[in-house]
């Protein structure tokens, strides 16, 4: 069982809405993390907290807003998304970032955009 | 890139049979991580084995790392059919974040 929880399971948006992902862990992680992964691809990664502050952006673009308001939640804000960002969202956590720890995935947020 | 790169990209077997997947990368690693996904669902960590590591096991896994070849090897022993899933290497590259492979997918016939 994942200790990392993300809600909600499955998203369905226009392209005009404005809606946000969840994701929370209760392990003392000190990294979190967003991934994109599109069908039988691998996951790509979006953006690291580490100790509440973005320390990677991998160049999402800005209709992808994430935040950390604490050490156990992340969110990823999502506004006029186009069809193409249909795909599973994975929120994951580690001990640290760059430590070579384990990174311990949610059951991912399936996000549709019509 | 330094993604990892796996073989075969799919694999079917008979239930009972071993499954090989390999793993190849191009730069020094810290360590690598074997992770499973089954269809549409999140991945769960299998393995961690550090650069000064040659083999490690866990249940029917059996993971060898070979750091002058750059690669590294993932067995499932006497497969089930719960094994269908696909399966990731991470690479972590030193002050970097993991890099996953493009994935094997292994189908276990029953």
């Known amino acids: 069982d994942t200790e990392v929880t993300q809600t909600p399971k499955h998203l369905v948006m226009g392209m005009t809405n404005k809606k946000s992902l969840k994701c929370e862990q209760h392990m003392g992680h000190r990294a979190m993390y967003w991934y994109k992964q599109k069908a039988k691809k691998p996951p790509e990664l979006m953006f690291v907290?580490?100790?509440?502050?973005?320390?990677i952006n991998e160049s999402v673009p800005s209709r992808f807003s994430p935040e950390c308001p604490n050490s156990s939640l992340l969110n990823l804000h999502l506004h006029a998304l186009q069809p193409e960002d249909s795909a599973l969202y994975l929120c994951?956590?580690?001990?640290?970032?760059?430590?070579?720890?384990?990174?311990?995935f949610g059951e991912g947020s399936w996000l549709t955009v019509v | 890139s330094q993604q990892g790169e796996e073989d075969p990209q799919a694999l079917s077997i008979q239930e009972g049979e071993n499954a090989t997947m390999n793993c190849s990368y191009k730069?020094?690693?810290?360590?690598l991580q074997w992770y499973r996904q089954n269809s549409g669902r999140g991945l769960v960590h299998l393995i961690l084995?550090?650069?000064?590591?040659r083999e490690k096991h866990s249940g029917r896994l059996r993971v060898t790392l070979d750091t002058s070849k750059k690669s590294s090897s993932l067995l499932i022993t006497a497969s089930r059919a719960a094994d269908t899933a696909s399966y990731f290497c991470a690479t972590d590259h030193y002050g970097q974040n993991f890099v996953f492979g493009p994935g094997t997918r292994l189908s276990v016939l029953p």
């Open positions: 730069t020094s690693i810290n360590n």
């Open positions: 994951a956590s580690s001990q640290a970032q760059f430590s070579g720890n384990t990174i311990y």
């Open positions: 907290y580490s100790y509440e502050k973005l320390s």
């Open positions: 084995i550090r650069s000064n590591e």
